[in-house]
């Protein structure tokens, strides 16, 4: 089985792209982050360490851009990200923290060596058991493993519309949204879930044509070749056109959700 799944591996190379058309965290999400990583100091006092926080699929540093200003300089984070092209942009970004091309199924660290494992909209892209006996081996006892994502607000009836067309592309595709991840942690012996919330998400908007490229930024859109790509954008386009919008000022309703789960 290869380390990175074929349609992230096409979908997710522009990192310019991909930083400029996705939403960031909200500060309340953020801080159920630093809550729960905070949680782990009473567990980590007996173990000698190299890692605070082990960002798994840190992309181009969305995430990691919100959460580093609230730690202090001493903490050791550890940005690992499979695509070379997003990488660039990971560095560009966070220039002050240590970050290499890295997959959840190889993590170059020594055992019980890492307190949390933080994973930013990309779980689901890697929740197998391979991935999840490497994340438990460099965990301690008692560590982390802290997953988040935004998610649209389906419920608006053009957001839904649009989901209608995507469901198509993503046949086949690991999604946040089927949780068919959460399953995978739920039957693996060596975690348990701890916490789940789920939160107002970002305020996310923009005109027409920055909607646009945020849908082209999916992964299931970006693998596409120019003539199916160009095809499925224009039917959301003109879903956001008969929904009589506001082209210069769209707003894509939010919310996020975490999920925590320790190492047993």
């Known amino acids: 089985m290869e380390a ?36 782990t100091e009473e567990h980590s006092k007996d173990f000698i360490f190299k890692v605070d926080i082990l960002e798994l699929g840190a992309g181009t540093g969305k995430f990691t851009q919100k959460i580093l200003p609230l730690f202090e300089k001493n903490c050791r984070y550890l940005a690992t990200e499979p695509s070379e092209g997003f990488l660039a942009k990971l560095k560009e970004n966070c220039p002050n923290i240590e970050s290499q091309i890295g997959s959840a199924e190889q993590i170059s660290l020594p055992d019980n060596s890492v307190k949390n494992v933080v994973c930013a909209q990309c779980f689901h892209w890697f929740a197998t058991d391979v ?17 988040i994502w935004n998610h649209k607000d389906w419920s608006v009836p053009w957001v839904e519309k649009i989901e209608d067309i995507l469901n198509e592309y993503y046949k086949g595709v690991p999604r946040a949204l089927n949780y068919d991840w959460k399953t995978v942690v739920e039957n693996f012996k060596g ?55 506001a ?13 925590c789960c320790h190492k047993e």
Request: net charge negative.
């Open 131 to 147: 991935s999840l006996k490497e994340i438990h081996r460099v965990l301690i006892p008692g560590g982390k493993l802290i997953m």
């Open 4 to 39: 990175v799944h074929k349609t992230a591996k096409s979908g997710f190379t522009q990192g310019n792209e991909y930083d400029q058309a996705r939403p960031s965290y909200t500060d309340a999400l953020v801080q159920e982050v630093l809550s729960a990583i905070k949680e």
């Open 191 to 245: 975690f348990a879930f701890n916490d789940h919330k789920i939160l107002p998400g970002v305020h996310f908007q923009g005109p027409s044509d920055a909607i646009i490229a945020h849908y082209s930024s999916l992964s299931v859109i970006a693998s596409l070749d120019p003539t199916s790509k160009a095809a499925v954008l224009d039917k959301i386009r003109s879903i956001i056109q008969e929904a009589d919008l």
């Open 247 to 259: 082209f210069d000022n769209i707003n894509i309703p939010m919310k996020s959700e975490m999920y």
